[in-house]
């Protein structure tokens, strides 16, 4: 599939696996390319992902078997498993930086440019929200064809989201008035309500790992014979 050819339109599994593909190659490279096994694990996610899904190994597998036909997963043999990597940046013939944030997009839904800086960090430091629009515009305006839009602002919200287009048009979304109030109460801050929501998300995840830190520490502790306070 060329870059000037028609996008196919993929279904939400479609655009699950080729997100993680993307995201681990660049979080964790020296498991990548991914076996099936762990490109499951990476789909079905419960931290980083919207919406949480369960898909089964079969499910998966048949949405990697569609991605290679549009050319958009590869598959590599190696070892006792077959491993998958993407191809989004050869096939649709965008910087890394435009990737990462259709990457964010796909495993996140729509974002506002300051919550796609900071859910971008793992991958790549943009250097500003102005750098993110700069890339957003681009993919929107790409001359084979738009890859993202950015939706119609919600009541009460102080910046619009962008969404990725690869699984066609997104349907309108309407604001609820506990959404509505939630966006009033920081109409007079500097901060973003995007970065507010992905600051929040990243604390409840540090909170998470540090309670399971915890919890491994007491295993270690009680094996030994020792006194976590010493």
């Not at 191809?87 to 930086?97: A, C, E, G, K």
Request: with cysteine.
């Amino acid at each position: 599939m060329s870059s000037t050819t028609s996008l196919p339109v993929l279904s939400l599994v479609e655009t699950r696996v080729l997100g993680v593909l993307a995201e681990k190659q660049r979080t964790v490279p020296d498991s990548y390319p991914l076996t099936l096994n762990s490109l499951v694990s990476g789909c079905n996610q419960k931290t980083s992902r919207n919406p949480v899904l369960e898909l089964t190994e079969s499910q998966v597998q048949a949405a990697v078997d569609s991605l290679r036909g549009y050319s958009l997963v590869a598959e590599t043999s190696g070892g006792r498993a077959f491993r998958y990597e993407h191809n989004v940046d050869r096939v649709l013939r965008i910087p890394s930086q435009s990737v990462i944030l259709l990457t964010v997009l796909m495993l996140r839904g729509p974002q506002t440019a300051g919550e796609l800086r900071i859910a971008c960090d793992r991958m790549h430091n943009f250097a500003d929200i102005s750098s993110v629009e700069g890339f957003l515009n681009e993919l929107a305006e790409r001359p084979a064809g738009a890859l993202v839009v950015k939706l119609a602002r919600l009541p009460g919200a102080r910046e619009s989201r962008w969404a990725h287009l690869l699984s066609g048009a997104p349907a309108e979304e309407v604001a609820g008035p506990a959404g509505a109030s939630s966006d009033a109460a920081y109409a007079a801050n500097d901060v973003s309500l995007g970065e507010v929501a992905a600051l929040k998300a990243n604390v409840a995840r540090l909170e998470a790992e540090v309670a399971s830190l915890k919890a491994l520490l007491g295993r270690v502790c009680s094996e030994l014979g020792i006194s976590e306070a010493g």
